[in-house]
């Protein structure tokens, strides 16, 4: 029995924060039912796209969940959709969004229908104005704390990692209402902002005191790791590998690693500076990192690898994803986290289940997402109570559809 | 009543990713009791530090706990923390750590004490190797495709995202295993890495499926928006703007504001292109890029910052941490996230409560981190059940403590 067996949550998204939040439940075993628009929302095409030019972006986000396709602008379409969301089960009426529609879709409207209903909104910024990863993370100064030392030049973050902390805040917010509903709290409304979970997270990472008490701001140290010691070398094949010291243990491991203990020691000396300290090692790292320069330079990475792993010490190469695919076999079948499944209609790859093994249940294997509307009839059926003749009227009058070839349209 | 009241959640933790899993935990209304060794684990200087020495980093990520510190190398310790873990309560026997202590604090040997304990354990890598954010993102790829295009330098994340990312799951996990116990499923162990949530995230994100099917690697795309269109542009005021056009609307609105409607046409019409395909905007991001820069050279931020907004456009300015808490009223008081809190031996600084608005319980006020072991005494007398004698027994030998200036040991 997966761990979130018999929940059953509403999913009315786009892009990658809901839709993340939606599959994440998916992959603990929950039911997850997305609804869409006729011919797909605003994310049906994003990019990356598969060779068959079917989004992959699609595919990743909505593995294991149940799509359903309506036409939101009918009174008939958005009467079903009510009806989803609020379908009775003591375990139903979950719903998730960031669609934001005002009147028929909102807490106060659908709360009507189910008392008890939670709903997690998740808005771009608290004034309910659309914000985006890329736009919230400039504005809060992330960019500018990125990238090379010296240079002026803001970086954005190339990973959506807002989106994706956001979207899993939208998992742990609605599980936490569902438990206080279970303990006869009630239903609820849970609104959170993407930029409001930016701000927190500088606030809880210790920058807005630091802003605040410290004066100035904290500049860009290139791949250093901030305020301790880590620092990327490249060696003697061209290769570039990352070493940690930022626990006493892993500094003097690397230390010895590398046999630069009386180096380290000369540096103290001069420097007057005791870099058993992890904030002396980041104050002083551009003449820890000239120490350990030649040594990575005069090495091939395989010079060195085994004998890092030997002595536990924390690092890793840089690769592409690509290298990594063919190297590393944490992202092979070799790990029980992946499996290749057959996406439908764009293709068979490497596909992930969710990271945490639940000893109690395993671990549900990794499923594929449906094509848009796969599931309209079942859930058309299962969760309204609609007869084969209603759902087949619905569909001639295209209130709602399934996938080309499928179902009566097509017939 | 806040929406996680009653739940108690103990932690054995150090850096980011749990601390901040705990520290949600609290700020949803769970009592969070962290256990820490005599004078602070890995995590208790570190950087951001306040004027005072004192790091701003515990204070971010311990806001709402309560300490105790025990000297783990001793037997009775050991058995304190154990007592602690599995301590009676239907709504505690929740452990959430990242210390990996074999022999006495892993879960076949707690779970004797507690059969119906949840322990969620965050590990580096599913080897049980030890791996931070900094080393599991360049061997995942991230840095290869951040930074400026044509760059061959690989550019590391400033902000932990996958220690954000992974902190975020160990809460949904604990949530999920605690909803499955509460419905007769009993106490299980959870287990996930660090690694294996920054690779499952690709594979989400669809980075796998893209390196699979269309072979080649992703290239650095500067600050651009990935598969539509976003740029960043310098404006006539030197000041920095990010302009997204993802979805239709964006793209829409940002051709009438920019007046740039019949320069993309022609754009449109010498390339064959569609630019209401976001794909097509994503491939010829350039040209249009190339269409719109003399708009923003030649404008300041103010010339058309109002104008944007009532469009409703998508965009923000690139701001340092520090010009966004002066110009950015979300990061101030206004927003009732945020409250200026003060925090023992730091200092006072705006503090953020979580993001999430619960309808029914409201918002918990931000509150302090504890300095190390400042509820020693309170945890050992309500959740061990001591007496005011055996807990200064414990003092007077050491196995315990507290704060320099409190209790018996100070006295």
Redesign the interface.
Known sequence: ?S??K??RVVEGSAF?AVP?AG??LAQ?GAEVIRFDRIGGG?DA???????TKQ???W???N?GKKSIAVDMKSDEGRELISEIITARGDDAGLFLTNLRVRGWMD?ETLSKRREDLIM?TLM???HG????D???N???????????EGSE?????????WD??AG??C???L??????R??G?????????L???A????????????????G???G????A????Y?Q?FVCADGR?V?V?G??DR?WRGLVKATGTGDAMAALERSLGADLSD??QR?QHRDLITGVLKPWFAARKVSDFAAMFNDR?L????????????AQ?P??STD?P??SKVM?PG??S?????????????GRLPAVPAPVLGANTEEILSDVVGLTDAQIGGLLDRRVVDVPDGWGSVAA
Chains 1, 2 share one sequence.
């Open positions: 029995m761990v979130l018999g929940m990658v993340l599959m994440t603990m605003l095409g994003r990019w990356p796209l598969a060779p989004s992959l972006f595919a990743g986000m593995k807490y997690v771009g910024d608290r104005r659309p914000q985006v890329y736009t919230v400039p504005a809060l100064g992330i960019p500018h704390i990125t990238g090379p030049d803001p970086v954005a973050n190339a990973l959506p990692a994706l902390v899993h805040m998992v742990s917010a599980l936490a209402a569902e438990r206080h279970l303990r709290g009630g239903g609820q409304e849970v609104e959170l902002a930029k409001d979970v701000a927190a997270t500088l606030g809880h990472l210790g920058m807005i005191g630091d802003a605040t008490l410290n100035g701001d904290r860009k140290a290139g791949n790791l901030y305020g301790a880590g990327d570039r990352m940690i930022l626990t892993q992890e904030g980041w536990g924390t690092w890793s190469e840089f690769r592409t994803v690509r290298e990594a695919m590393d944490d992202l790990n986290m992946f996406s764009v293709g790859y490497l596909t992930p289940a969710h990271p945490a093994l639940f000893s109690a249940s």
